[in-house]
Nanobody, 124 residues
Framework: QVQLVESGGGLVQAGGSLRLSCAAS????????MYWLRQAPGKEREFVAT????????FYADSVKGRFTISRDNGKNTVILQMNSLKPEDTAVYYC?????????????????WGQGTQVTVSS
């Protein structure tokens, strides 16, 4: 069993940065690839980024490539999404999720575990 808790969301001006954290409980964190997804009001859930079990491999949506960085620390059971050069279209609820497979096809569901989400709002 893994529980995921996101933090770090907030309100930022366009061009600014935010750092999202996802803290995981449980002893099997390193057994899961980790994902960040987002959902804006009235829109479908969107893949943002994923990182493999060891952290050696990462994959990003084209919309965030070069601006966002995903990382993980298996010793601290934490996954981070560093978001730079934020745009108003990045406004959404951001979720972290755990899945036993590492997929680089924009995977959006299903996942083994989900967090509750954290709101990111980027003003123009």
């Amino acid at each position: 069993q893994v529980q995921l808790v996101e933090s770090g969301g907030g309100l930022v001006q366009a061009g600014g940065s935010l750092r999202l954290s996802c803290a995981a409980s449980g002893r099997t964190f390193s057994s899961y690839a980790m994902y960040w997804l987002r959902q804006a009001p009235g829109k479908e859930r969107e893949f943002v980024a994923t990182i493999s079990w060891t952290g050696r491999s990462t994959f990003y949506a084209d919309s965030v490539k070069g601006r966002f960085t995903i990382s993980r620390d298996n010793g601290k059971n934490t996954v981070i999404l560093q978001m730079n050069s934020l745009k108003p279209e990045d406004t959404a609820v951001y979720y972290c999720a755990a899945y036993r497979n590492y997929r680089t096809d924009g995977y959006t569901q299903p996942f083994d575990y989900w967090g509750q989400g954290t709101q990111v709002t980027v003003s123009s």
